[in-house]
């Protein structure tokens, strides 16, 4: 009979503005979606001791961990969560991954399995030895495979569970969070590669790097504002600064003709604001709403061919820590 060892989560993420401009070293704003969540559930199997099998419907995956690549992401979770463990004896295993995040949609579906998997298995083979940050770093080794020059936002948001101020290469800051935000997230469909994205981004910055900086602190502006309007709960200033972070993001040819429509769909239903998030070109956009325009831009992003609108609200943080 099989037994369940351990279980673990984590939570997708939305980039509320600064993406792409985070990987040139300016600040971006990530929140946890902890409503749409990956799951991993590490069973006994019947297989040889120090084996470990992956199913995972989502991805279609059902194998050794042995007989993958060692470049491939899940792979590299296991072995750097072993390794860090300090490869002790383990029975055969069965790791079960489920997720409820697109992949290639924008909400940090790597880093979320990886998060979630090497705390799972981590807690079974080495239970209390790793850190927050140690689970930080190793799935930061895992995004590296993802996308070569990751800044480092997905992994973080994901591991701490908790709205942050980030910039590459210095510690988290949290943000209070003054009153709850009302937030949709619309899905094109349409997935998209972060390494192609991002890749692109680096030839345009190349061929024309002076204006790319100019972008890119305009961007920066916009994130100091914009956390200073979640501290304060000034919606109209955050929405400006996300409607204007969309734009200098379509000048950078990180939008689509699918995200522009969505975003147009919602502005014109009513939200406050509108923006792709992560690395575009496809996957998920997320509209700035209130109680009262929700439902309404809601039906009006279904109506418009989203195959995934998903409504749900950042909650105040402010007087919790
Ligand atoms: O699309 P995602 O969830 O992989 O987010 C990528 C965010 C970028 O800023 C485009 C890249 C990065 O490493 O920060």
Redesign the pocket.
């Known amino acids: 009979m099989t037994e369940v060892l351990s279980t673990a989560s984590a939570p997708g ?1 939305a ?1 509320l503005l ?6 040139y070293g300016k600040p ?1 704003i990530a929140i946890p979606v902890s409503e749409l969540r990956v799951e991993v559930v590490i069973e006994s199997f019947k297989c040889p001791a120090g084996d470990i099998w992956i199913d995972s419907p989502v991805i279609r995956m059902y194998k050794c961990v042995n007989d993958l690549p060692y470049e491939n992401p899940l792979r590299m979770a296991v072995d750097l969560t072993l390794n860090a463990c300090g490869h002790p004896d383990i029975p055969g295993l069965m790791i079960r991954i489920n997720s409820a995040l697109p992949i ?8 979320a399995v990886s998060c979630a998997l090497i705390r799972a298995l981590s807690d079974f083979v080495c239970p209390n030895t790793f850190t927050l940050e140690t689970i930080n770093g190793l799935v930061f080794d895992v ?1 590296k495979i ?2 070569g ?6 992994n973080t948001v994901i591991t701490y569970e908790k709205p942050i101020f980030f910039r ?1 290469g210095e510690s988290l800051e949290s943000i209070q969070v003054k009153q709850p935000v009302n937030l949709v997230l619309a899905d094109t469909g349409i997935n ?1 590669a ?1 390494s192609s ?2 890749a692109g ?1 680096r030839k345009r910055f190349d061929q024309d790097t002076v204006r790319y900086n100019q972008i890119f602190t305009e961007i920066e502006n916009l994130v100091a504002k914009s956390r200073e309007a979640l501290e304060q709960g000034n919606t109209p200033l955050l929405a400006e600064a996300m409607n204007e972070n969309h734009r200098l993001l379509q000048q950078i040819e ?1 939008s689509s003709f699918a995200l522009d429509r969505l975003v147009k769909t919602a502005r014109n239903s009513g939200a406050d604001a509108a923006k792709l ?4 070109g496809g ?1 998920n956009m997320i509209a700035l709403c209130n109680p009262d325009t929700e439902k309404v831009v809601c039906q009006a992003l279904n109506n418009a061919g989203a195959v995934r609108v998903f409504a749900f609200t950042l909650n105040s943080n402010k007087d919790s820590e």
Do not use: C
């Not at 290639?104 to 880093?111: E, K, L, P, Q, T």
């Open positions: 993420k980039i600064g993406e792409h401009a985070v990987v971006a290639g949609g924008g909400m940090g579906s790597g880093a995004e993802h996308h020059n990751p800044s480092g936002v997905d590459r998209s972060t994205m991002v981004v990180v998030i992560g690395a575009g996957g």
